[in-house]
């Protein structure tokens, strides 16, 4: 292999591993979903009466900080959702529970805390807001429904 | 510390063109110079290493808009990264080893291209899972 064949490679290589974490990373999926009960975690933190969102950042991830953010504005007026930060590193064996992998990773939690799905990466636009809004729908079917 | 987050942006893709060059050319003293680069910027901070130097006097003051700010911390562990795949590269040379040589520096290249072009940084990527695997910390 001579050395243009080399670079073309790991351009090549390079850019499909970008694309696919562009088209991705940032969108709502439920993998772990149901698996998880936030009373299970040994936090002591108190679950939002409609949602609980955790964030799980580490001291080197440079996106956090504006997710936090972003997350931060969308529920200012809305005092039923709690929203914690969480460092990974120094929660691993929190993190290792859950599945965390890279920072951010955004986790959703019922208000009966049953993780509902997760973000990992910088949420695209509107996948916190409908996110909030399928569990704050799923909430309202289980009130009405009792 | 907060820096102007386009400063490690703008130099990943110098980076990037001189890890091109260092490949095509099979420069080891082209890639001594950047694995420099790195030890300076993982020391004193990217916006202290000559490529920040770079955006901060040539670049910045002919951008029109103000850039969002950014932690130090991320993008100086990432030219800790850096430094040490071009480390390991040297030590390739330094051993008669091509293919330790082209083989670090190709990972490195692979990482100032995600950096570069899908902001993506490889290097606070890999932090989480090192903890985890208890290589660091």
């Known amino acids: ?146 | 510390m907060q820096i102007d987050a386009r400063g490690p942006r703008f130099g990943a893709a110098i980076t990037l063109v001189v890890l091109l060059l260092v490949i095509y050319f099979d420069s080891a003293p082209l890639l001594a110079f950047q694995t420099l680069v790195w030890g300076i910027g993982a020391i004193a901070g990217p916006h202290r290493s000559p490529y920040g130097f770079i955006f901060k006097t040539l670049v910045k003051p002919r951008l029109k808009k103000t850039g969002e700010l950014e932690n130090v911390k991320p993008p100086q562990f990432s030219m800790l990264v850096g430094f040490i795949f071009g480390a390991v590269g040297l030590v390739g040379v330094a051993i008669g080893s091509p293919t330790v040589f082209l083989i670090a520096t190709s990972f490195a290249l692979a990482a100032a291209f995600l950096n570069a072009v899908f902001n993506f940084c490889l290097g606070c990527e890999m932090y989480l899972l090192l903890v985890k695997a208890r290589l660091v910390r």
């Open chain 1, 1 to 146: 292999m001579n050395h243009w064949e080399l670079i073309t490679g790991v351009i090549s290589v390079s850019t499909i591993f970008g694309l696919f974490l562009h088209f991705t990373r940032g969108k709502m999926t439920s993998k772990y979903s149901k698996e998880v009960l936030f009373k299970e975690l040994g936090l002591v933190l108190t679950l939002g009466k409609k949602a609980t969102i955790l964030q799980f950042k580490t001291e080197f991830c440079s996106v956090c900080p504006g997710v936090k953010r972003q997350i931060n504005e969308l529920i200012k007026h809305d005092t039923d959702i709690a929203f914690y930060e969480i460092d990974a590193v120094e929660k691993i064996e929190l993190a290792k529970k859950l599945h965390v992998k890279s920072s951010p990773t955004i986790l959703f939690f019922t208000e009966d805390g049953l993780e509902e799905g997760r973000i990992i990466g910088v949420p695209k636009k509107n996948e916190v807001k409908n996110t909030l809004e399928k569990i704050t729908t799923i909430t309202m079917e289980k009130t009405n429904a009792n």
